[in-house]
Structure formats: structure tokens, C-alpha cells
């Protein structure tokens, strides 16, 4: 059994991306990497408390590496920007990857340099790589939001 932590963005869309994974056995959308605790939404949407929108990924990693994480997690948002997805602006949506083993730090570490030889985005990855903190979850509103409202967000990774 493994834990991982991404930010990119808007956490709905993350989440729901990641929800249809096999090897993905639970998610929970929530904040990391700020300094306030217990924040709420409307506290990290004030781009006060350094949180970022996140989300927590329970997986099964006889069935699902961390690699295919990072790989799946690359595909549903932009690496490049900058403290921002598409329309979000805010430090709440800045892309990282919270790691909690060297073995995932290391992994992460090689994926970006990878991503960043390969030439497949038009400027460098601006993707984070930061020990885990305190995980907080977000309101029950949030929790698998797209499949309350029935709608899908982004592009179909399958």
C-alpha cells in the first residue's frame, strides 16, 4: 500500500482524474504546504496560507507504480505554469509533488529531469518537489465533486 500527494490546479479535476485509475484505491482532496492550521477553502482561495489545493492518493502499488502516478498526474495539468492552471491564478494552484520517502523524492526528481530532456513541453517543468506535510482535508462538499455533479473534467486519460 502506498500514499501520494500532488498539487495542479484545481483539485476537483486532479481528483477526478485519478478516480478511474486501477491501483488507485481511495482519493481525498485537501490542502498541504502552507503554514496556517485547519485552513478552509476561503482561506487558501485568499492566497494567504501557502496551501495548496491537493490531493491525498491511497494506491495499491502491487498494482500501479509511483512512476505511473507521476505519468497520469503530468497528463492532468500543465507543469509549466507557474502558480496558476488555465484560468486559476493563486499559489493554491501551483503544481507539486509532496513526497514522503527518499524513494519517491528520487523518483520524482528523475521524472522532471526526464520531462525536461525529453522536449515535450515548450518551457521547464515549474513542478515542485517538496517533503510531505500535515495533509488537511478540504470540505465534504469538495470530496469527489465531479461524480456528485456528473460531469468530467479535462481530457480522458484511458
Given at each position: ?22 491501483g ?25 496560507t ?57 523518483e520524482?526528481?528523475?521524472f ?34 465531479f ?12
Amino acid at each position: 500500500m502506498g500514499i501520494a500527494f500532488f498539487a495542479g490546479g484545481c483539485f476537483w479535476g486532479i481528483e477526478a482524474g485519478f478516480q478511474k485509475v486501477p491501483g488507485v484505491i481511495n482519493t481525498k482532496v485537501g490542502y498541504m504546504g502552507g503554514h496556517t492550521i485547519e485552513p478552509t477553502y476561503q482561506e487558501v482561495c485568499s492566497d494567504t496560507t501557502g496551501h495548496a489545493e491537493t490531493i491525498a492518493l491511497e494506491y495499491d502499488d502491487t498494482a500501479i507504480t509511483y512512476r505511473k502516478l507521476l505519468e497520469i498526474f503530468f497528463s492532468l495539468h500543465n507543469p509549466t505554469e507557474v502558480n496558476r492552471q488555465g484560468p486559476d491564478v493563486g499559489s493554491q494552484y501551483r503544481s507539486v509533488i509532496f513526497y514522503t520517502s527518499p524513494e519517491q523524492k528520487e523518483e520524482a526528481e528523475m521524472f522532471i529531469a526526464e520531462m525536461n530532456q525529453s522536449g515535450r513541453y515548450h518551457a521547464a517543468i515549474a513542478t515542485e518537489v517538496v517533503p510531505a506535510e500535515t495533509f488537511w482535508p478540504a470540505e465534504e462538499y469538495h470530496q469527489s465533486y465531479f461524480l456528485k455533479i456528473g460531469q468530467r473534467y479535462g481530457r480522458s486519460l484511458f
